[in-house]
């Protein structure tokens, strides 16, 4: 079981940025992959981002050129720079780890509570 929690979330200005952090703990040994996930009001889930265990990285297409997924193995921690953030990026952010990036892209493995990301003026 591995455990994930979330930081880094609030309220910020059109053109502004966050960096999210999620710390895990527990069976880390299971990690290889982790993501992040967003869920805007009356929308489906969406997979903003992953990474591998060996760095390499993906992200959809809305947010390439101004979001960044990275993971510090030594901290057990994957971070998302969000920079040039408009109304549209609202809504609560989710960290996933797994395995592999097709259990990340299952949307299956460990899940954290979430944080809440808002843009607007």
């Known amino acids: 079981q591995v455990q994930l929690v979330e930081s880094g979330g609030g309220l910020v200005q059109p053109g502004g940025s966050l960096r999210l952090s999620c710390a895990a703990s527990?069976?880390?040994?299971?990690?290889?992959?982790m993501g992040w996930h967003r869920q805007a009001p009356g929308k489906q889930r969406e997979l903003v981002a992953t990474?591998?265990?060996?760095?390499?990285?993906t992200y959809v297409d809305s947010v390439k050129g101004r979001f960044t997924i990275s993971r510090d193995n030594a901290k057990n921690t994957v971070y998302l720079q969000m920079n040039s953030l408009k109304p549209e990026d609202t809504a609560v952010y989710y960290c996933?780890?797994?395995?592999?990036?097709?259990?990340?892209?299952?949307?299956?493995?460990?899940w954290g509570q979430g944080t809440q990301v808002t843009v607007s003026s």
């Open positions: 996933n780890a797994a395995p592999t990036i097709a259990t990340i892209r299952a949307r299956l493995g460990s």
């Open positions: 527990g069976s880390i040994f299971s990690v290889n992959a």
């Open positions: 990474i591998s265990s060996g760095f390499s990285t």
